[in-house]
């Protein structure tokens, strides 16, 4: 066992989760702690749990959905090598027009391969290859019979590197995807899913910039804006973009984080109405 395992496990016993970097189970790149936010996949893989609860007219990056509704994600990953991790996610809809004809129930399964490629802790930054998408039949009656997968480069910068005299600015921190979707049919368009996030630390602003003085469960919150974005590039919706801009927060705490992001969609295509969304998710620690 490493110094590094043996240093986690008895975090996980003391409860000390997010006080030490060597604490962290993920997402981490030196000083930085990348939180996992709901709409945008970070690049990190890794043992986890998570749930989704909310309402939304936009719902990932495959939804045709036009109306709002209420939605329930429970999902999961377990990293089977270091850096190598798989994840499945399913997705209820009441109601869920991705359905034929539209009715209440479960979409197909969403799934992420991830291979962490680099992860360098003095510019605070990570690059992962992977690959996400649907598997069709594994939803209600009604779902698409056919697979979608999408190779996905994901990534994450901190600018905790940025000089002295820009240091309100080093808790600063952008996380996305860059994917090229297609599908099992031929027929279906192709697309390009191109999120993004932007994100403020106030925990690494207390930590490793400047003393606050506010305190929990202040000095315990990452501000986020999500950004799931997609553009159609081939079939009738050539050059059509759809997505949202989702404000919110992550609060960062000793066995969990706890997430609540609004869902605004950025034109008539991608849905009419606000939203939002709540997330509770678990990290469940590395493998042995």
Not at 97 to 123: C, M, R, W
Request: aromatic letters at 12%.
């Amino acid at each position: 066992m490493t110094i590094k395992k043996i240093t986690f496990k008895l975090c996980q016993i003391l409860g000390l989760v997010y006080f030490s970097n060597s604490c962290f189970a993920h997402g981490i790149a030196g000083d930085r702690y990348f939180p996992p936010t709901i709409s945008v996949e970070d690049p990190y893989a890794a043992d986890e749990a998570h749930t989704v609860v909310g309402r939304t007219p936009n719902v990932g990056f495959n939804n045709t959905n036009t109306t709002s509704g209420n939605i329930l994600r429970i999902g999961g990953g377990i990293e089977l090598a270091d850096g190598f991790g798989i994840a499945v996610d399913g997705l209820y809809m009441s109601p869920n027009s991705n359905l034929d004809p539209q009715a209440v129930g479960f979409d197909n399964l969403y799934y992420a391969v991830k291979k962490e490629i680099t992860i360098n802790d003095v510019h605070e930054y990570a690059i992962t290859l992977g690959l996400t998408g649907q598997i069709g039949g594994t939803g209600g009656v009604g779902n698409p019979s056919y697979t979608r997968y999408t190779p996905t480069v994901f990534y994450a910068k901190g600018f905790g590197d940025l000089p002295p005299s820009m240091k309100l600015l080093k808790p600063a921190a952008i996380t996305g995807v860059l994917g090229y979707q297609i599908s099992t049919d031929q027929n279906q368009p192709k697309a390009f899913n191109w999120g993004f996030t932007l994100q403020y630390s106030f925990l690494y602003l207390d930590k490793h910039v400047m003393r606050t003085g506010w305190g929990e469960p202040w000095n315990s919150v990452v501000a986020v804006v999500e950004f799931p974005m997609q553009t159609c590039i081939t079939g009738l919706c050539n050059g059509q973009v759809t997505g949202s801009i989702n404000p919110g927060f992550v609060w960062v705490g000793p066995y969990f984080n706890l997430s609540a992001t609004a869902v605004l969609p950025i034109n008539s295509q991608s849905g009419s109405g606000a939203g939002v969304l709540f997330q509770i998710h678990k990290f469940l620690g590395k493998k042995e």
